[in-house]
């Protein structure tokens, strides 16, 4: 089945200091690839996503490039803040035709930014 | 412009009440609805999801039930609530049309506590 891995963290890092977030994943064919974040308390709000092999996906300063030789889609910020702070997940959707597809998540990677 | 409501925010239950939490999507029509949990330690699981007016399927077999009674609404509910059914439940939706790159968007969340 499909499956998604990252880096549970915490990771904790410095105002400006460079993210990565590793993400690797399972699937036959070609899911589509996202990235959330989730704020204290609240919902999954979208970041950016990616849909085919080579696409780069960027929001708010977040990168993420959909590497299908290597099957990853990092996450990667130059110069992070502390409102950054969070959980990121990591996110594919297959769709197999016939019905509704949800998304199949990792475990998420929680963010601490200190000033 | 698309949105998604869910309630109540926070719910605080005996063991062995029964449960009701309601999402509406507004701005959009036949999309697919989506409960997720998020349990501690257990990361985001998909429930049920829904591509039509009566039409549920269960990804996970428990103690909740979801129906649709109308083209934007999709409410979870359990007969008897089980410890185990505490939680951060989220509501989703995302767009028909056939393909895995459809964002899947989500609601603010409930808090489920049961006691």
């Known amino acids: 089945g499909n499956s998604v891995t990252q880096m549970e963290g915490p990771v904790t890092l410095s105002e400006e200091a460079f993210l990565t977030i590793n993400c690797t994943y399972t699937?036959?064919?070609?899911?589509?690839l996202f990235w959330y974040v989730q704020y204290p308390g609240e919902g999954l709000q979208l970041l950016l996503k990616a849909t085919k092999a080579d696409d780069k996906g960027s929001n708010k300063g977040f990168e993420a490039t959909y590497r299908k030789e290597t099957t990853s889609f990092h996450l990667e910020k130059g110069s992070v803040q502390v409102s950054d702070s969070a959980v990121y997940f990591c996110a594919l959707r297959k769709y197999s035709g016939g019905g509704a597809d949800g998304l199949t998540f990792g475990k998420g990677t929680h963010l601490i930014i200190q000033p | 412009s698309q949105t998604i409501h869910q309630w109540p925010a926070t719910l605080v239950q005996p063991v062995g009440s029964p449960l009701s939490l309601e999402c509406t999507v507004e701005g959009t029509s036949n999309p697919n609805l989506y409960w997720y949990r998020q349990a501690a330690g257990r990361g985001l699981q998909l429930l049920f999801y829904?591509?039509?007016?009566?039409?549920i399927s269960s990804e996970v077999p428990q103690n909740l039930s979801a129906s649709r009674p109308q083209d934007r609404q999709f409410i979870l509910s359990s007969k008897k609530l089980l410890l185990s059914d505490s939680g951060f439940y989220l509501c989703?939706?995302?767009?028909?049309?056939?393909?895995?790159?459809?964002?899947?968007?989500f609601g603010e969340g409930s808090w489920l506590t049961v006691v």
């Open positions: 699937a036959t064919g070609y899911p589509s």
């Open positions: 989703a939706w995302s767009l028909r049309t056939a393909g895995s790159g459809n964002t899947i968007y």
């Open positions: 829904s591509i039509g007016i009566g039409q």
